[in-house]
């Protein structure tokens, strides 16, 4: 990035690929058109223009995690989960509901596809 503050930041983001999680405590950024995933550890994951991202929820999480496809590579990225801890109470997950749609809606706003 550029020094200047990114435009949208999901902190405590569970990525992961298929059934294998990558991080627990992610961060997906959106900055300058771009969409950035970022391990536990800050590093980079992955990137891709928003006009060429696609983005879905996945059905059976209740809209609780998203199917984000950068580079050919698909993701299931939960914003907010890894702010939970290791147990979540069902019925409390609404903050991860909530962060996926925006981030669903930001996606789409910006030029990326809905699948």
């Known amino acids: 990035m550029d ?3 990114p435009q949208y930041v999901f902190e405590r983001t ?3 690929k298929g059934l294998r999680p990558i991080a ?3 961060v997906v950024v959106l900055h300058d058109g771009v969409l950035t995933l970022l391990g536990s550890e ?4 992955d990137s891709a223009p928003l006009a060429q991202v696609t983005a879905s929820k996945v059905r059976f999480t209740r809209g609780q995690t998203l199917s ?4 050919g590579t698909k993701y299931n990225v939960s914003p ?3 702010a939970r801890g290791v147990f979540v109470l ?3 997950t609404e903050h991860v509901r909530t962060a996926a749609e925006a981030l669903l809606r930001l ?3 910006s030029g990326g596809s809905a699948g």
């Open 42 to 45: 800050r590093q980079p994951i």
């Open 80 to 82: 907010g989960w890894g």
């Open 90 to 92: 069902p019925g409390d």
């Open 24 to 26: 627990q405590q992610g």
């Open 107 to 109: 996606i789409q706003a």
């Open 14 to 16: 569970q990525i992961g």
């Open 3 to 5: 020094g200047r503050e």
């Open 68 to 71: 984000l496809t950068l580079n």
